[in-house]
């Protein structure tokens, strides 16, 4: 379930995304699969080979794109790695 997301950056996000930019989103989520994630950042680009290109530096892999028919296909990037990401691009973010 998802939570705590303000419109404003929603919007912001889609923004970012729609002019061909990789954009993050970050917001609390809670899923009985993943008890020890309280958060979830989704990277998303309207390129997708753009995309592709910039989750290879931190070993993502193509198929973990969450492939959208809304234009909106995106990563999500949970616990460790998610930290571990959002600290290399020097995005400040509430993970948990």
């Not at 002019?19 to 989704?42: M, Q």
């Amino acid at each position: 379930m998802a939570f705590g997301i303000k419109r404003e950056d929603l919007l912001a996000w889609k923004k970012k995304i729609d002019d061909g930019e990789i954009a993050f989103l970050t917001h609390y989520w809670l899923d009985d699969r993943f008890p020890s994630c309280n958060t979830v950042t989704k990277v998303g680009c309207k390129d997708l080979n753009k995309l592709v290109e910039w989750g290879k530096q931190y070993g993502l892999k193509r198929e973990w794109i969450h492939i959208r028919k809304d234009g909106y296909s995106h990563y999500d990037l949970l616990g460790e790695k998610e930290k571990e990401i959002l600290a290399k691009e020097k995005i400040k973010a509430d993970v948990r």
